[in-house]
Each structure stands twice: as C-alpha cells, then as structure tokens.
C-alpha cells in the first residue's frame, strides 16, 4: 500500500453537463447523484481503500484549489497540482509523475478521473489490485476496459488480443469512433470501452514519456531540481505554456507497444451527459429520475435536476431534460443532449460570462 499512489484529474468543466457544471464549479465538484459525496469525494474515498491518504494526488485548474481544499482538507498543499492552463491529460499525468518520482521511485500509480462513477466498489478494488500487481513486475502501461452496451460515440474503443491469459495485449486504441464504425466495434466483439483509468510504475510511464512525447519530457527535466518544493508553483506556470495540448491517448496510449487492458465489470460510467446520468439513476414508475421538488403529471422517461429550494411541477412531458443550477434553466429533449454544447456557446456569445 505504501507503493501505491493515485493521480486524480480534476480540472475539466464537462460542459456537456451544463447547467449543472459551470466553469466556476464544474461537476466533479457537485453532488451529482444526491449521495451527499461531490463526485471528487467519491473518487478519494473509493482510492483511500487502495492508498495511504498522503499518497494521493490531484491534478486541477488552479481556479478550483480551494474548492479541492475545501471538498478534502486533510490533504497537504503537495498534493494539489494546479495547472495554470489546461493542456489535456499527458502533461498533466507527467506533472504527477515527475512528482511522485522524486517521492518514491518505486511508486505504482493508478490514474483516473474524479468525475466517474464506479457503482461495484469490491469489484473496482480487486480489478486495481491485479492490475498494480503486475504493473509492479512488468514495463507494462494497463488500462480497464468495460464491455460496450451499445454503439457509443463519446468513448474511446480499444481492440485486444485474445490470448487464453486475463490481461489482453492491446492491439489498437480508437478514440471515439463515428456511430458507423461504433456499430462494427461492437458487432465484432473483441472492442472494448477505454475506461480511462490507467495503472502503471511510475518509471514504465516516465520511460514512454521519453520515447513518445519527448517535447514534454524536455519540459518537465528543467524542473527536476524544484518538484516538492516551494519553487514548484513557479516553474510550472512558465513550463505549462510550453507543453503540447495532448491527451495520454493519442500521445502514448496508442503508439506503445507494451499496452494491456484488463476486462473489468465495474458499474461504470463516466457520466459525462445527460442521458448517461439517467441511464444509472434510480426510476420512478412512469421512468423518471427526479433530484428535487419536483411534482409531475402525465409525464414519462424524464431526468429533472432542479434545486430543493424550488417546487418544479412538469405536466406531459416525455424523454426529456429539465435542469435548472443557479440562474439557467434547460429544457431539452433527450435526445437532443449533444446539442448542450451548442446552448453554452450561445449563452456566452449572446448573454455573457454570467451564464456559463
């Protein structure tokens, strides 16, 4: 356990969860599915089974520190990694691991996002545990994969090779396919969903940062002197504005010849529309999600999230999404959702800053 530690990316703003995710506080640090846990909260305490608390870490935007001091004030100032600029998931793994290798040159590290939802604890922790345990022997970079239910377009797909042992050798990585291709993926059942949780030693990853991503590496070396220091923050600042913006998909995930994936049957979701939080949330006997005051007549397979201070009352509506979070309301059919990224850019190009 004390070799162990974990990378949680909590920078993001999900605009696809507008209103609810605003810039100013976006979803992963809300109560999402009304547990009482932000979704950060949830990612910590699910890692505190698997890691010493001091050994994990969270990579945000420098705009939400406080929130994240705030939503866990037992972690120290060390373990919050703030990024001036967001520059995607490869510079913020590397920031990370730059760090916990000066710490612990030994260390196993998981990676995941703070805004998933992983509904079969026991199962996510026995999955993790054989992953490290063979990241801990092997130059192997692991991801989960999760069993596609359906066709989707906001996943990436990872094709393996099927042979006899439980860890598959990768064979490609297609980061979210159009619904054509999504269609054969599924059909030819050897695709499986990139999770984007990710499970390595920290010196095999270093290592493809430096064959993969070398323009990274030469950035983050200048700063070998200062990482866990008072000096950090600085550096960073100046190195951020640098680094190439790349995810650690396209950068190294799918260029690495010593990717794994490990089938894991978790009750995923990454949560990251509209329908994915209806498709997990518990239903009414008409096929409603309902977080708040909400009174509905006639009305059918709908996900209301308004505030609890406010009575909604809904009258024949069917597969639709009512959200309401500060000062917007969204009315939108369900399968209309892609279109929430449309609405947010109105709202900021024809109403303003107040409103995103």
């Not at 030469?218 to 923050?233: L, S």
Request: with cysteine; aromatic share 10%; charged share 20%.
């Amino acid at each position: 356990m004390q070799q162990t530690y974990a990378i949680i990316m909590a920078g993001g703003i999900g605009t696809r969860f507008w209103p609810f995710s605003r810039v100013s506080n976006p979803k992963q640090f809300h109560d999402v599915l009304g547990v009482g846990e932000s979704m950060l909260q949830m990612t910590v305490n699910r890692f505190k089974k698997l890691c010493a608390p001091e050994n994990i870490f969270i990579v945000t935007n420098s705009d939400y520190r406080d929130l994240v001091k705030q939503q866990i004030p037992y972690l120290s100032e060390n373990q919050i990694l703030c990024e001036p600029i967001g520059r995607n998931t490869a510079p913020a793994i590397a920031y990370a691991a730059y760090k916990i290798n000066q710490i612990n040159p030994k260390a196993n590290i998981i990676v995941a996002p703070a805004d998933h939802v992983i509904l079969k604890q026991e199962a996510f922790e026995e999955r993790i545990k054989k992953a490290l345990a063979a990241a801990s022997k092997s130059d192997v970079l692991i991801t989960l994969g999760i069993t596609p239910s359906r066709p989707d377009t906001n996943y990436g797909y990872i094709q393996y090779l099927e042979e006899g042992k439980e860890l598959k050798k990768v064979k490609t990585f297609t980061e979210k396919p159009n619904l054509e291709i999504a269609q054969v993926f599924l059909e030819s059942g050897d695709f499986v969903w990139n999770a984007g949780i990710f499970i390595w030693n920290v010196q095999s990853i270093l290592k493809a940062f430096y064959e993969f991503l070398p323009e990274i590496t030469e950035i983050f070396d200048e700063g070998i002197p200062v990482f866990n220091t008072d000096q950090e923050a600085a550096f960073i600042n100046r190195a951020y504005s640098h680094c190439r913006n790349i995810s650690i998909d396209y950068g190294i995930m799918e260029k690495a010849n010593n990717v794994y994936m490990l089938p894991s049957n978790l009750g995923w979701s990454d949560l990251g529309t509209w329908n994915s939080l209806y498709a997990i949330g518990d239903k009414d006997a008409q096929g409603n999600v309902i977080d708040g005051e909400v009174m509905l007549y006639e009305t059918t397979n709908c996900i209301v999230k308004t505030p609890k201070d406010r009575l909604v009352v809904v009258d024949g509506l069917n597969d639709f999404i009512i959200a309401e979070y500060d000062n917007v309301l969204m009315i939108c059919p369900k399968q209309d959702e892609q279109r929430v990224k449309d609405f947010l850019a109105d709202a900021k190009n024809k109403k303003g800053q107040n409103f995103i």
